[in-house]
């Protein structure tokens, strides 16, 4: 196991890639906080899992877009794990529409959870990390890429991630804390399912002919948690099935 003895903070881990995030963070040994907006029992679930693994793990409902639920729960995560070692920055929404249709209500729902959410979570978790530890956030291939119409305002937030998980990484470098991007392509989940009305256009995007799972996501992340990562830093991973190759 890499990460015995680490305590982590997934946002967004009651389904989907948080949901695998955070329960192969807990399989590497780490203790799990989560945060949710609405799915508490789905939550609850992702707790039990964990715990069944034999690691500390607890949800917090927190709604990313509410900058004082943020700081109490990255608070309140770092209480009952005993500390704060990895910050996962996963917790996003999309909206997809062409500009002229876009509602100013989406537009700003998109900037407000998906990049104010991890930069003030990253700015309430800077007290509580400490040297060798590292902050994982959660873009999107569509930051390097943009292949449909449709998807400009969410691609602009994911690639405004890029260049914030860099400018942190300069920042917390003299610190021993580490601040990189892992970029997912498509992974079936309740945002992009494979069977859904986009899976086959998002199949053909990619080399490998199929979407990825969640896991494949967390296998990524617990590298970039790990003491094996320690001078990876400042960059981006992008585990997309070959989709932007
Ligand atoms: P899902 O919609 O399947 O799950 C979203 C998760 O984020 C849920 O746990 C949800 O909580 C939580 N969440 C959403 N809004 C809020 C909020 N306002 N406050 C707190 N939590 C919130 O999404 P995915 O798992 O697919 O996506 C996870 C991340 O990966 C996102 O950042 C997304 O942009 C990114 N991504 C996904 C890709 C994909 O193909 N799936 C591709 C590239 C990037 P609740 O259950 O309570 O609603």
């Known amino acids: 196991m890499t990460l015995a003895g680490k305590k982590a903070l997934v946002t967004g881990g009651s389904r989907g890639i948080g949901a695998a995030i955070a329960k192969t963070l807990a399989a590497e040994g780490a203790d799990v906080a989560i945060t949710y907006e609405k799915s508490k029992d789905l939550a609850d679930a992702v707790v039990s899992g964990i715990k069944a693994l034999g690691r500390f793990a607890v949800a917090i409902q927190a709604d990313s877009a509410d900058i004082a ?3 109490a729960s990255v ?9 704060l070692d990895i910050l996962v920055n996963n917790a996003g929404i999309i909206r997809m529409n062409n500009l002229a249709d876009i509602a100013i209500d989406d537009i700003q729902a998109l900037l407000d959870i998906n990049v104010r959410g991890p930069i003030v979570t990253s700015k309430s978790a ?3 990390l400490k040297e060798g530890g590292s902050i994982i ?3 999107s291939f569509f930051a390097d890429r943009v292949p449909y119409g449709g998807l400009g305002v969410y691609a602009a937030t994911k690639s405004a991630l890029t260049a914030f998980s860099q400018g942190l990484a300069r920042e917390l470098g003299p610190k021993g804390i580490t601040a990189n991007i892992v970029q ?3 992974i079936d989940t309740d945002m992009n399912p494979a069977h859904g009305p986009f899976g086959d256009p998002m199949r053909q995007l990619t080399a490998s002919g199929r979407f990825g799972a969640g896991t494949e996501i967390g296998h990524a992340v617990a590298y970039l948690a790990s003491d094996k990562a320690r001078y990876v830093t400042g960059t981006m991973l992008t585990v997309d099935g070959g989709a932007n190759a």
């Open 184 to 186: 997912p392509g498509s």
């Open 69 to 71: 639920a943020i700081a």
């Open 126 to 128: 800077l007290s509580h």
């Open 75 to 83: 608070d309140r995560a770092a209480a009952e794990l005993g500390g």
């Open 137 to 139: 956030t959660v873009g």
